[in-house]
């Protein structure tokens, strides 16, 4: 299994994942252009994509949906909630690229399963993706206000992670956003910050090589070295050390990651 974060921050998100059969993304959240710009610097052709899977209805997780569906034919996976709210968003989809993908259930493609976990958002019924194939184990977790104990345990173990790191409380609470907007996004259905994200994050990793990719930066009240400064040192308080088994890494609004093994 391999995986490239094609994408990450408040601009747009799109994550790639492939095993030796299928490939797959969770979400599209630029344009159809920029899409195809990024396969090409992975080396990967959207030709072969075997599905989307949609976590939720957000306009930077579903911006290049449509596009990109009907231009290569891919099918969609979401579930009956999110596929109402992108109802007039994404275009007419044919009936036959639409495909349910229910809430806390496990769908299996050859030797890859996917499972689909609830996350705490302000969108119609949003959720995640852990993918497993044999032993190994990546997770997708961002655009939640907190982690609850039931996302830890569909999470904990996981040889890779991206995990959301959305800001810095500091940043947020003295930066430009309205009251309104800090608010909500310091609310159990808005973002999870550096501190809060470390601290989940020390409850689930195993003692064995992970590797983590602090995602979904905001582009306003966080910075990559912020965000990796912030999680290093609240792992170290939890007794975890970086730099020994769990390795941090950097995501891009507008560059890809390395295509990795998990």
Not at 13 to 41: R, T
Request: proline share 2%; charged share 25%; hydrophobic share 40%.
């Amino acid at each position: 299994m391999r995986f490239s974060v094609l994408a990450s921050g408040s601009s747009g998100n799109a994550i790639y994942v492939e095993n030796d059969e299928h490939a797959f993304l969770v979400d599209v959240g630029l344009s159809g252009k920029k899409m195809e710009q990024l396969f090409a610097k992975i080396d990967r052709d959207m030709k072969k994509l075997s599905g989307i899977l949609v976590s939720h209805e957000h306009s930077d997780h579903i911006k290049g949906l449509g596009v990109v569906a009907r231009k290569y034919k891919v099918p969609i996976y979401a579930n009956e909630k999110t596929w109402n709210a992108m109802d007039g968003l994404i275009g007419n989809i044919p009936d036959d690229q639409k495909f349910l993908f229910n809430m806390e259930t496990v769908q299996s493609f050859g030797s890859l399963s996917i499972e689909s976990f609830a996350v705490s958002h302000d969108a119609a019924d949003p959720m995640f993706y852990a993918f497993h194939e044999n032993d190994r184990k990546l997770v997708v977790i961002t655009d939640t206000g907190y982690v609850s104990d039931r996302m830890k345990g569909i999470i904990r173990g996981a040889d890779s992670f991206v995990f959301e790191s959305n800001h810095d409380i500091g940043m947020l609470q003295m930066g430009r956003y309205p009251w309104s907007i800090k608010r909500r996004i310091l609310s159990d259905v808005g973002h999870v910050s550096n501190e809060d994200a470390a601290i989940a994050m020390s409850e689930v990793v195993f003692e064995k090589p992970t590797q983590i990719y602090l995602s979904h930066l905001s582009k306003d009240n966080n910075m990559k070295d912020l965000a990796r400064m912030s999680v290093s040192q609240t792992l170290q308080s939890c007794g975890i050390i970086t730099g020994e088994y769990v390795h941090l890494h950097d995501t891009d609004a507008e560059e890809p990651t390395l295509l990795v093994t998990v």
